[in-house]
């Protein structure tokens, strides 16, 4: 009437491992890590700047390389101009004493020169300026002359012009005015170039105040003799 009954095992565990299920803790790491996740996604989108792009990023690496290579070629072009300032300071504390030396050394001139300016004969006529000495020699178709001024009294520098003109035998040869500027005494140098074959005797020198004004001191020299 009944079939063949089969055996019936007790398992005491059996009920445990039925109701097994996801572990408290794990759940709680999962839900930590979601809500981690998307704290950082809310920061991102809201808060934060907004994330770059591939060419973005490319393009703001770039950006940032030019900018660097720019400051380095400024900090090159600022030590080069900082070893030029240098440079530049050392010549011009050179130039300086150089300077002060010419310049110690034209006061002694002028001094040596003041000195011999007095031991020459006075103008006979007496002039605030005169003509006090000169040289005119003769070499290779000209004339190389030298010719001493003097001033008396102080005050602003006369400022007038010279003019020379040598005699000979021929025409007689005027030489362009030039400038003087006399405050105390001033020696002029130069060279007049003489027509082929002439052969000068005396130079008569003259101060004048202007091209064709009034005379204010004349002397006449002879050609090869100090007057």
């Given at each position: 009437m009944?079939?063949?009954?089969?055996?019936?095992?007790?398992?005491?565990?059996?009920?445990?491992?039925?109701?097994?299920?996801?572990?408290?803790?794990?759940?709680?790491?999962?839900?930590?890590?979601?809500?981690?996740?998307?704290?950082?996604?809310?920061?991102?989108?809201?808060?934060?700047?907004?994330?770059?792009?591939?060419?973005?990023?490319?393009?703001?690496?770039?950006?940032?390389?030019?900018?660097?290579?720019?400051?380095?070629?400024?900090?090159?072009?600022?030590?080069?101009?900082?070893?030029?300032?240098?440079?530049?300071?050392?010549?011009?504390?050179r130039?300086?004493?150089?300077?002060?030396?010419?310049?110690?050394?034209?006061?002694?001139?002028?001094?040596?020169?003041?000195?011999?300016?007095?031991?020459?004969?006075?103008?006979?006529?007496?002039?605030?300026?005169?003509?006090?000495?000169?040289?005119?020699?003769?070499?290779?178709?000209?004339?190389d002359?030298s010719?001493?001024?003097?001033?008396?009294?102080?005050?602003?520098?006369?400022?007038?012009?010279?003019?020379?003109?040598?005699?000979?035998?021929?025409?007689?040869?005027?030489?362009?005015?030039?400038?003087?500027s006399?405050?105390?005494?001033?020696?002029?140098?130069?060279?007049?170039?003489?027509?082929?074959?002439?052969?000068?005797?005396?130079?008569?020198?003259?101060?004048?105040?202007?091209?064709?004004?009034?005379?204010?001191?004349?002397?006449?020299?002879?050609?090869?003799?100090?007057?």
């Open positions: 009944f079939g063949r009954s089969k055996p019936v095992v007790f398992d005491p565990y059996r009920r445990q491992r039925q109701r097994r299920g996801i572990p408290p803790w794990l759940l709680l790491l999962l839900t930590g890590l979601v809500g981690g996740a998307a704290g950082v996604i809310y920061l991102q989108e809201r808060h934060l700047p907004p994330r770059l792009s591939p060419a973005e990023s490319a393009a703001l690496r770039n950006s940032f390389e030019q900018a660097d290579a720019e400051r380095q070629r400024l900090a090159a072009e600022l030590a080069s101009l900082r070893t030029r300032q240098q440079g530049t300071e050392a010549e011009r504390a130039l300086a004493s150089e300077l002060a030396t010419s310049q110690a050394a034209t006061q002694s001139l002028q001094a040596d020169l003041a000195a011999l300016v007095a031991t020459l004969p006075p103008d006979p006529r007496q002039q605030a300026v005169a003509v006090r000495a000169g040289r005119f020699s003769a070499r290779e178709g000209g004339l002359y010719v001493v001024f003097s001033r008396a009294g102080k005050g602003r520098p006369f400022q007038g012009v010279v003019q020379i003109s040598v005699a000979g035998d021929g025409p007689k040869v005027e030489v362009p005015v030039q400038p003087l006399l405050r105390a005494h001033e020696v002029l140098h130069g060279r007049i170039t003489l027509p082929e074959g002439f052969r000068a005797q005396e130079a008569t020198v003259r101060v004048l105040d202007r091209p064709g004004g009034a005379t204010h001191a004349f002397r006449v020299l002879k050609v090869g003799s100090e007057g």
